[in-house]
Structure formats: C-alpha cells, structure tokens
C-alpha cells in the first residue's frame, strides 16, 4: 500500500504513514467513515426501493397516455375522471383504444395479520393494456370473482403463492366476497400495499359499492403505431372539455409520480434527510481526524515548512488522509450496507439492495466528503509557524 | 557585501507585540558570513539569537534593515521567493523535530524530496549516506521512537546537511549528543565547509564547540557586543 502510494503521488506516502501509525485511531476512523456508508446505503436504499415501488404498478400496464383527475399525484392517490373522457379521447385520430382504469385496496383477513392489496379493476376484453407478463392470462378475469394475485405479496407464503393454479385456484373472503385467485403474477410489496391483485371492472364494482365505472381513477389510452405522443397530448388538452385534467404521456405521469413520492411525501422528505444526515455524519468524522492529525503533527509541519516545502504540499498529505479513509471506509460500509437491504428486502419485500449506480454514487460522494472535510480541515495548517521550532 | 560573503545582514532592527507592548529585539545588528565558515553565536537568554537565525532563515519578516542572503535581499521578498530560499537552507532545531511516523532514512529523504525531480532511488541513496556520515548505517529502517536522543538528533542534522545546503543554521545541535558525538557532528560541518563550502551559523553554549569555530559573535540585548575571530 505504502508503494503504491508513493508510486501515486510521487513523494512518501506521509498521510498513509501518519494514519497508519497510530493503529486504533485508525481503525475507528474508518469504522467512523464506514458507519457513514452504511446510514447513507440504507437511507439511500429505501429511497431507491421507494422509487421502484412507485413505478412498479406503472409496469404491470402499456399505455401511452394517461388521463387523471386534477389532483392525482400519484397512481393511488386523487379523485376519479369522468368516462366520458375517454370517449372523446377516443374521437383523436390518432388514438387507438383506450381503458378506463379502477384502483382501490381490497383487505384480505389472513389470520394472524391482515393485509391489504392494491387492487386493479380492469377490462378483461383488452389484453393490449397489460404487460405481456399479465396479459396471456387476463382472459381469466372475465369470470366473475376472479382474480390475478401478486405471488411476491407480503403475507402470502412462497410455497402458497406457488400452489394457485387454474387447477388449484387459492379463494378468500373480501368485502363480503369470495375473491378467487387464477394464477400470478410477480409485484411485491410497496409503501402503499403489501402487494397487488388484477381482478375485473365488473368484479372491481362488486367489491367496491360506493364506486361507479362511470368514474375510473385513471384513463389509460394506447395511440396507433408511429402516433406522435406529445402532439397528441396536446390535442387532447383542447380536445377534452375539461382543462383542468390531467393529461399526460404515461412515461411522464410515472415520473410525475416519482418525483412527488420523493420530494413532497413525508416518507421521500425523511429519507432524503437521512442521506443528508449520513453525509454530514462522515463529512464530521473524517473532519474530526484529519483536524486531530494535524493538530497531532504540527510541529512535524511546521519542520517541512522550514525546509522549503510549500503549501501543495501539506494540502497533498491531508487529501492523501482523507482519500485513504474515503476509499478504505467505503468497503466495509459497502459491505455491511449491501447486508442490511438485502435482509431489509427479504423481510419487507420491498425492492431494496445494493445497485451498482448506487456503489459508485456512494463511493464518489465518500471521497468529496472526505475531501471536503481535508480542505476545512488544512486552516489549521496555518498554525504551523516554523519560527516557533527555535 | 563581499563576493565571498553567503549573508549580510546590516542594520537589522526587530520588534515583537505592536501597540504599547510592542518590544524591540534586535538593535542595528550587522554581520557578514563567509562561505565555508563555521560561526558561534552566544548570548544569554533573550539576547536575540533566535532571532537572527529566524531572520537569515527566512521564518520571520524582515521588518527594518537589510538582510542579504544567497545574494538576495529578503526585505520584501515573497514568500515563494522564502520557500525556494529555505530550500537551499539547512534546519539543525535545539529539539530534533524528526517525523514519528517516518523512519530515519525516510525523514532524511524529506531532506532531499524538497528539491523537486529528483527520483526515489537517488534520494534514498542520498539519505542513507548521510545517515552513515553521521555513524547510524546501522539505524536507518527505525522509527524515531526506538532511536535514543543522540541519535534522533544525528538524524535531524543527516536531514540538514544531505542535500549539501549553502548554509546551516543550527540552534544547539549538540545539545542532547555525548562529548565524541558532538565533535563528530561539528567535524562534519567543519568539514562541509570545507570540502563543499557549506557555511554554518549556529547557536550554542557548549565550549567544546568554540574551539572548532572560525568566528565568535556575542550579543546582548539584541545587540552584537563582540566579535571574536578565531582562524
């Protein structure tokens, strides 16, 4: 390590040596600087799976445009839009079909916990508007009752999930129903939900009274091949009798969706500030040694300076500091973090773990904050006054 | 100044604090040094010999008077130009200040990394015959903390005198040595400036040291009472 980085930097690896030196000092700078990374993963990692959660349902459909109440920020959230939208949506020349779409949660009493799942009430008559995953098997739903369940819910054993077959359909009480499940599909559980269910409209109604299929949640629309989307979104604006509906590309409402989960939830807003905390938290550690460690060597500095070294030099050895604890904190961090989302993905069923995008996210925000904390931390350097050595 | 002359100092004056504890130091002091010289300065406590080996050594501001060093005038110099000066400067501290993480050869490479280009290999060749010059062949992978004070402080002038410096200055190098010690460490500067023409200004109380020196300046309340010349 020692040659290396004085192959790196073209001179002794003095910062090394210094850290070095000092063993337990060392080490608890970089479980200091590790225990960062890991508060910034798993803040991170809830975020990111937040997000993956919030575009998840979005999956399950191919639509091109969306059209949503004035309110709807997001997929499960808003008031209803009238159908009679969608059919004069449907009189654009360049639009295609067109799917009313119903949302609600459906409680399901499984015993020693209930859980609730985001339920999706759709016209079984066009296949056009689920994902290829989902829609070989929406024929299914046009029996009364019926449903797709999500097998990745959380409350639902693998091994019985595995078991529901057209053969062996799993059926439960809801909302005074029989619901029974045809076959699955793969969601999983989100922050709104323990997972989800596919059933149809006419199913959706029966379960939901209060609801009307003049009222969907959303109007999903599919445009003929080569249809511009954006142009066609703005004809609809002044095609469409109401102005203040929602109408958006469906790539841009998910994002739309995204971005109000993580800016303007409660939940996006306070894992936003646990990344900041993390940061801070390493930006104060690596401060608080490299700040001692000058203090520590002041006199040493204060020798350099009166044999001629100049002030690259000192900034070289407390950047060369905070880099070593940078990268050498950052893979323990990376390890124990990669550890905690993954057990935290096993027991939610969220999608939380490690990406690659965030490893080298994290890596790089490690060195700036180590930097960061080097450059406040080399005022001290000032104090190194080689007159005071005689 | 005298083409011979590697400082010239002439009418310095010093002061330390402003305002009404503003105190002055120094007192129209003025010396020459010759190349290759070895020169004692004495003085009791507080007479101002730290002062004048901060002010030819480019740690402190020169404030009144003119200092000539390497054949540049340092009042009003940058502090670049300070930084390239002390380059060609040798530091011999009363206290040996070595590096603790750094083991002897290596503080002594720092002697010669200062100069920029040059390459590891030569450095640390460089630093480990000077070490031997200084008799710690043997000592050159330990740490400071395993050396005794005599050697550490061996270390320290090694560090000083590995890159031939054109001046030493020294603020009682032989302080912590043994008698045979500090006579080997004053033979060499003897000897450096002999051999190189490094020239050494240093501050001591030890008498086996005056014997050796070509000159003896004394001061006293920031003034130069006498000058001795002894070659």
Known sequence: ?390 | MDREDIVSVQGLNHWFGTGEVRKQALYDVSLALKRGSLTVMMGPSGSGKTTVLTLIGCLRSVQEGSVRLLGQELMGATEAQLILLRRRLGFIFQAHNLHESLTAVQNVVMGVQVHPGIADDTAETAAAHALGLVGLSDRIGYLPANLSGGQKQRVAVARALVSTPALVLADEPTAALDKDSAAEVVDLLKRMGKTRGTTTLLVTHDNRILDRADRILSLEDGRIVKIEERA
Do not use: C
């Open chain 1, 1 to 390: 390590m020692s040659r290396l980085l004085q192959w790196l930097f073209g001179r002794l690896p003095i910062g090394w040596l210094q850290l070095t030196r000092n063993r337990p000092r060392f080490a608890a700078a970089l479980a200091g600087v590790a225990f960062a990374n890991v508060l910034i993963f798993v803040q991170l990692g809830i975020m990111n799976s937040m997000g993956s959660a919030t575009l998840r349902p979005y999956g399950f459909f191919q639509a091109d445009i969306m059209i949503s109440a004035p309110d709807a920020n997001a997929l499960s959230e808003g008031g209803n839009v009238a159908r009679q939208w969608l059919l004069q949506a449907m009189a654009d020349p360049d639009v295609a079909d067109g799917m009313a779409l119903l949302i609600g949660n459906v409680p399901w009493d499984r015993g020693e916990r209930d859980i609730s799942l985001t339920t999706f009430g759709i016209d079984p008559t066009k296949p056009g508007f689920l994902s290829p995953a989902i829609a070989g098997d929406l024929g299914l739903l046009q029996v009364q009752d019926a449903a797709l369940l999500d097998r990745l819910a959380r409350g639902i054993s693998r091994d019985e999930a595995a078991a529901i077959r057209p053969q062996t359909p799993l059926s439960f009480e809801s909302e005074g129903r029989r619901i029974t499940a045809y076959v699955t599909f793969a969601g999983g559980g989100g922050f709104g939900g323990d997972g989800y269910m596919m059933v149809s409209d006419q199913t959706f109604l029966s379960l939901f009274r209060t609801r009307s299929s003049s009222a969907p949640d959303h109007i999903l629309l599919r445009l003929r091949p080569g249809a511009d989307v954006q142009a066609t979104v703005a004809r609809l604006r002044s095609l469409i009798s109401d102005p203040t509906l929602r109408i958006r590309s469906y790539a841009d409402a998910a994002q739309e969706d995204l971005r109000y989960q993580q800016t303007r939830r409660p939940t996006g807003i306070i894992f936003g500030f646990g990344v900041l905390i993390g940061v801070l938290v390493g930006l104060v550690i690596v401060y608080q040694v490299l700040s001692t460690d000058v203090a520590d060597h002041l006199r040493e500095y204060a020798t350099f300076k009166a044999m001629g070294y100049g002030p690259r030099f000192f900034l070289g050895i407390v950047f060369e500091e905070a880099l070593v604890l940078g990268v050498m904190g950052f893979i323990p961090g990376l390890i124990v973090g990669t550890a905690i989302l993954t057990l935290m993905g096993r027991i939610t069923t969220l999608p939380l773990g490690m990406t690659a995008s965030m490893a080298i996210s994290v890596f790089l925000g490690t060195v700036l904050f180590s930097a960061l904390s080097g450059a406040i931390a080399t005022r001290r350097l000032a104090a190194a006054d080689p007159a005071d050595l005689f």
